[in-house]
């Protein structure tokens, strides 16, 4: 049985930091790859982050390369730096059965957290 459960969502001001952690249950590293998914209301969930352990690569969208950063030991933790008002959602950790997927689509993915809030006012 796969646990996904995150922590540190939170409200900070535009430009400041936050930290998101995904603690996982399960021996899933070998076994699976992490993406961090986000989502605002009316919208589908956005992948915007994967950790594939496998290689111990890291792929980013777009959106939030140079800002964003993910590590991994005892929990998943996506470091969100420079942070903008779009960057307001529900971020949730997701895990998928391999092979990864640089950024893969909610449906490709097996497991899920229920999700941590973030709010980054202007």
């Known amino acids: 049985q796969v646990q996904l459960v995150e922590s540190g969502g939170g409200s900070v001001q535009a430009g400041g930091s936050l930290r998101l952690s995904c603690a996982v249950s399960g021996d899933i590293v070998s076994r699976y790859c992490m993406t961090w998914f986000r989502q605002t209301p009316g919208e589908e969930r956005e992948g915007v982050a994967t950790?594939?352990?496998?290689?111990g690569d890291t792929y980013f969208a777009d959106s939030v390369k140079g800002r964003f950063t993910m590590s991994r030991d005892s929990t998943l933790t996506l470091r969100m730096n420079n942070l903008k008002p779009e960057d307001t959602a529900t971020y949730y950790c997701?895990?998928?059965?391999?092979?990864?997927?640089?950024?893969?689509?909610?449906?490709?993915?097996?497991?899920w957290g229920q999700g941590t809030l973030v709010t980054i006012s202007s």
């Open positions: 950790w594939d352990s496998g290689i």
């Open positions: 997701a895990a998928k059965v391999r092979p990864c997927l640089r950024l893969p689509t909610a449906g490709d993915m097996d497991y």
